[in-house]
């Protein structure tokens, strides 16, 4: 059985920084695209960074790209966002996700298939 489970979330002052974390088990884990996504109440999941099965690619949406850095552990099969220069339009559920794909330019949710149960950011002004 496929678990995630993110952690690292939590409340932080605009300027600051987190890393979040995402333990994964039953799943091939170096061979697997890795994804974060963030989602606020009444809008739609959104694409933050995927990283390929090797880590030697990596792709960040353009609100995210020089404050987020998404990395990978295959040792340790953990996916790490770690969030610098936070700003409160960051706070939301934050969310790891996997897709068997050798691509990781892959930013629709919707193709994605498992999903850990999120962590909550929030940035405060």
């Known amino acids: 059985q496929v678990h995630l489970v993110e952690s690292g979330g939590g409340l932080v002052q605009a300027g600051g920084s987190l890393r979040l974390s995402c333990a994964t088990s039953?799943?091939?884990?170096?061979?697997?695209?890795m994804g974060w996504f963030r989602q606020t109440p009444g809008k739609a999941r959104e694409f933050v960074a995927t990283?390929?099965?090797?880590?030697?690619?990596?792709y960040y949406a353009d609100s995210v790209k020089g404050r987020f850095t998404i990395s990978r552990d295959n040792v340790r099969n953990t996916v790490y966002l770690q969030m610098n220069s936070l700003k409160p339009e960051d706070t939301a559920v934050y969310y790891c996700?996997?897709?068997?794909?050798?691509?990781?330019?892959?930013?629709?949710?919707?193709?994605?298939?498992?999903w850990g149960q999120g962590t909550q950011v929030t940035v405060s002004s």
């Open positions: 039953g799943l091939p884990f170096s061979s697997y695209t």
């Open positions: 996700a996997t897709h068997p794909s050798l691509d990781a330019n892959i930013r629709s949710p919707s193709l994605y298939r498992y």
């Open positions: 990283i390929s099965w090797g880590g030697g690619s990596t």
